[in-house]
T-cell receptor, first 114, second 110 residues
Framework: DAMVIQNPRYQVTQFGKPVTLSCSQT?????MYWYQQKSSQAPKLLFH???????NEADTPDNFQSRRPNTSFCFLDIRSPGLGDAAMYLC?????????????FGEGSRLTVL | EDKVVQSPLSLVVHEGDTVTLNCSYE??????LLWYKQEKKAPTFLFML????IEKKSGRLSSILDKKELFSILNITATQTGDSAVYLC??????????FGPGTRLSVLP
């Protein structure tokens, strides 16, 4: 059974038209992450939540925002997508604390910007 | 700056061959190293390594960590076409988020 679920799996948007990607988890993990992965590149961390505490990576553009209304759900909002934002967006979870084990990934949401 | 390097970046083999993928790292206060397999979707977990010299095995896959020389290898024996994927190495520094390497793209030809 899927434990980290992302929707939609595929999203096509127009340049500048906002999109929201969602992630839900049944693992009750404290930490949720959003990664951006472009073709043939490693996943790049955008931000993460440790419970309700939001942690933004220094080089994450302001165009990217996130919300975590409860333990189970996390959203990625891209306010004005540009062509360079076309990528796979991966949500992942882990238990609290470093050394707490692996990241559990969702299936990803592939964003196309026209 | 924390860094993870993988080699080779891409590899083409034939079914039945054995392959060795490399991951070296420079991080502050190493906690763990993880290997993931990524096909055309999200990465799936293979191994987590925290101690030197202890081999982890799962079927035809195995992995080992050398904390003195700061590297890990992932071995795949008797490769199959289903092993074709990108193999990602990720390292967790103490108190920090995972740092991913660029991945090794493995293609197994029939």
């Amino acid at each position: 059974d899927a434990m980290v679920i992302q929707n939609p799996r595929y999203q096509v948007t127009q340049f500048g038209k906002p999109v929201t990607l969602s992630c839900s988890q049944t693992l009750n993990h404290n930490v949720m992450y959003w990664y951006q992965q472009k073709s043939s590149q490693a996943p790049k961390l955008l931000f993460h939540y440790y419970d309700k505490d939001f942690n933004n990576e220094a080089d994450t553009p302001d165009n990217f925002q996130s919300r975590r209304p409860n333990t189970s759900f996390c959203f990625l909002d891209i306010r004005s997508p540009g062509l360079g934002d076309a990528a796979m967006y991966l949500c992942a979870t882990s238990r609290a604390g470093t050394g707490a084990g692996e990241l559990f990934f969702g299936e990803g949401s592939r964003l196309t910007v026209l | 700056e924390d860094k993870v390097v993988q080699s080779p970046l891409s590899l083409v083999v034939h079914e039945g061959d054995t392959v060795t993928l490399n991951c070296s790292y420079e991080v502050t206060n190493f906690r763990s190293l993880l290997w993931y397999k990524q096909e055309k979707k999200a990465p799936t977990f293979l191994f987590m390594l925290t101690s030197s010299g202890i081999e982890k095995k799962s079927g035809r896959l195995s992995s080992i960590l050398d904390k003195k020389e700061l590297f890990s290898i992932l071995n795949i024996t008797a490769t199959q076409t289903g092993d074709s994927a990108v193999y990602l190495c990720a390292v967790e520094p103490d108190g920090q988020n995972f740092v991913f390497g660029p991945g090794t793209r493995l293609s197994v030809l029939p």
